[in-house]
Nanobody, 125 residues
Framework: HVQLVESGGGSAPPGGSLKLLCTVSGFSLNKCPMGWFRQRPGHEREAVASLNSAGRAYYADSVKDRFTISKDNDKNTLYLQMNMLKPEDTAMYYC????????????????????WGQGTQVTVS
């Protein structure tokens, strides 16, 4: 049974930091594409950052040099370190898993991921 549970969301001031966690079960993080996505009020869900099956990171332009995606295979946990937060980062954040290889050119596409967590709210104000 595949399960993804996000945590670590909350409130932070502009310029502050938060670290999101995604604890998974029912599959191994090793060699699986994983990603963080967000949905801001009035917007469609969008990619934030992803790791391809080889562990290479990809970022949306809006978060480059501010956010870092990483994972700990032994702890079955995916992370998103968010620094220099901006009010426009306010959103519900979701982690997602793809049970098969995704081409690097498509790694930030939401429709390439099949399993999703319930989300964790991040508010920057």
């Amino acid at each position: 049974h595949v399960q993804l549970v996000e945590s670590g969301g909350g409130s932070a001031p502009p310029g502050g930091s938060l670290k999101l966690l995604c604890t998974v079960s029912g599959f191994s993080l090793n060699k699986c594409p994983m990603g963080w996505f967000r949905q801001r009020p009035g917007h469609e869900r969008e990619a934030v950052a992803s790791l391809n099956s080889a562990g290479r990171a990809y970022y949306a332009d809006s978060v480059k040099d501010r956010f870092t995606i990483s994972k700990d295979n032994d702890k079955n946990t995916l992370y998103l370190q968010m620094n220099m937060l901006k009010p426009e980062d306010t959103a519900m954040y979701y982690c997602a898993y793809a049970p098969r290889i995704i081409l690097d050119a498509q790694i930030l596409r939401t429709d390439r991921y099949f399993y999703w967590g319930q989300g964790t709210q991040v508010t920057v104000s």
